[in-house]
């Protein structure tokens, strides 16, 4: 059985780390509140800008289609993979880049020309192991979630498409739920998909006047929806992540109340103990004084 200064040493490393997981859990509670309200906020406007594109869509004519959601033959296919930049969040790293090493091997397998965009540390220190070759890095994006930042990286994946540099963009992240759930998500993220405009009569087509031109609207519109679509992946990926590392820091601090509990029973048998044993040697002693 160990001494009562080992059990001592023990007991304050446990309640030190206690206090850490807690302060922790804290922290990721806050920043996943922020994430919630975020998306929240940002859920209308993104699915009025998608109605507004649904109705255009009504209506399209064939020389009106825009290369953003014209599908094309594939060759080259550019992977945006949304890690997170620190660890103590449970599966939240391990399982998305599981689930993107399968992907990855699928394309492979299908004779495509693989690259990666990486966001978030954890993404990068996994691949640069790896053979696939990494585009670039934007780590910093995920801890500070911004429209300018979301929108200016869906640019860049835009221009990607529109010069011919890649034919697809996919994108692999985790997809909020609730502070308990989230879904490991692979989906195309360019050409954006467009639901194949039905015949319509001429009724319905007289109720959406449009000025300027459908072309212009659409080049004007369909950007804004790929960059919303873009900065709620980015929300997503955040709020799962804090989701993640405040479950996993709530069962750290109730493992450690446990311990702690387990600790100080076996700290009071020890020194039970050793009363015990003083008391048999002041006995044994006074016994053979007396004798």
């Known amino acids: ?143 500070n979630v911004t429209f300018e930042s979301a929108f200016a990286l869906a640019r860049k994946a835009m221009d990607l498409i529109e010069n011919g540099s890649f034919q697809k963009i996919d994108v692999v992240y985790n997809s909020f739920r609730n502070a308990a759930i989230y879904n490991l998500t692979t989906e195309q993220f360019l050409p954006m998909y467009m639901p194949e405009s039905s015949e319509k009569s001429d009724h319905e087509e007289a109720e959406y006047i449009m000025e300027p031109t459908r072309k212009e609207l659409l080049e004007e519109l369909i950007p804004k929806v790929i960059q919303t679509y873009m900065y709620r992946i980015l929300l997503d990926s955040f709020a799962s992540e804090q989701g993640a590392r405040m479950t996993a820091m709530h069962k750290a601090t109730d493992n450690a109340t446990e311990l702690l509990k387990n600790l100080t029973i076996t700290y009071n048998k020890v020194r039970q103990a050793s009363i015990t044993n003083e008391i048999v040697e002041i006995v044994g002693g006074a016994e053979a004084l007396n004798q």
């Open 1 to 143: 059985m160990a001494n009562l200064k080992e059990v001592r040493v023990r007991i304050a490393s446990i309640k030190s780390t206690r206090q850490i997981t807690s302060a922790m859990k804290m922290v990721s509670a806050s920043k996943l509140r922020k994430g919630q309200n975020a998306i929240l906020s940002l859920k209308p406007y993104e699915e009025q800008l998608r109605l507004m594109l649904n109705n255009i869509n009504k209506v399209l004519k064939p020389e009106d289609k825009n290369v953003l959601c014209t599908t094309r033959p594939v060759k080259d296919v550019l992977v945006i993979v949304v890690a997170a930049n620190k660890g103590l969040c449970g599966t939240f790293n391990s399982h998305l880049l599981k689930a993107t090493v399968n992907y990855l091997r699928e394309l492979k397998e299908q004779g495509f020309n693989i690259k990666l965009w990486l966001i978030g540390k954890k993404a990068e220190d996994f691949f640069k192991k790896s053979n696939y070759h990494i585009l670039e890095t934007h780590h910093e994006l995920i801890d």
